[in-house]
């Protein structure tokens, strides 16, 4: 009895309703040229990749290692190789490395001896 009703009700809810549909028949979208997708799509540059990186705050850090980006800002001749090739490493695959992206919080207490 009860399952025949949850039934019934949700045949009704999801009953096809032809007067309540929207068409999109010669409706025009906005779309980007050839050279934007070529952008899009295309290789990251070690110039774009150094952009990227000194458009950061120099206190804020992308991993949990603890090196902050002031610290890839000082190292930039010895780390963008890796750097670059981590950008595109992404590009490629489409996702990040796991933890690459991770925060971690503390918690700390404001009392003398907590």
């Known amino acids: 009895m009860v399952k025949e009703k949850v039934r019934e009700f949700f045949e009704v809810k999801f009953a096809r ?3 309540c549909q929207v068409r999109l028949d010669n409706v025009r ?3 980007i040229s050839d050279s934007d997708n070529d952008l899009l799509i295309g290789v ?3 110039e774009e990749v150094r952009t990227a990186v000194w458009c950061c705050d120099s206190s804020k850090s992308s991993d949990p290692d603890g090196f902050n980006f002031g610290f890839l800002k000082a190292c930039w001749d010895i780390l963008k190789k ?3 090739a981590t950008v595109k490493d992404f590009a490629i695959k489409g996702h990040w490395p796991r ?3 991770t925060s971690f919080v503390c918690l ?3 009392v003398e001896n907590p």
Do not use: L, Q, T
Request: aromatic share 12%; no cysteine; hydrophobic share 35%.
């Open 17 to 19: 309703n032809n007067a």
């Open 29 to 31: 979208f906005n779309s």
């Open 44 to 46: 990251f540059s070690e």
């Open 108 to 110: 700390i207490p404001k």
């Open 82 to 84: 890796d750097m670059v």
């Open 99 to 101: 933890g690459s992206n």
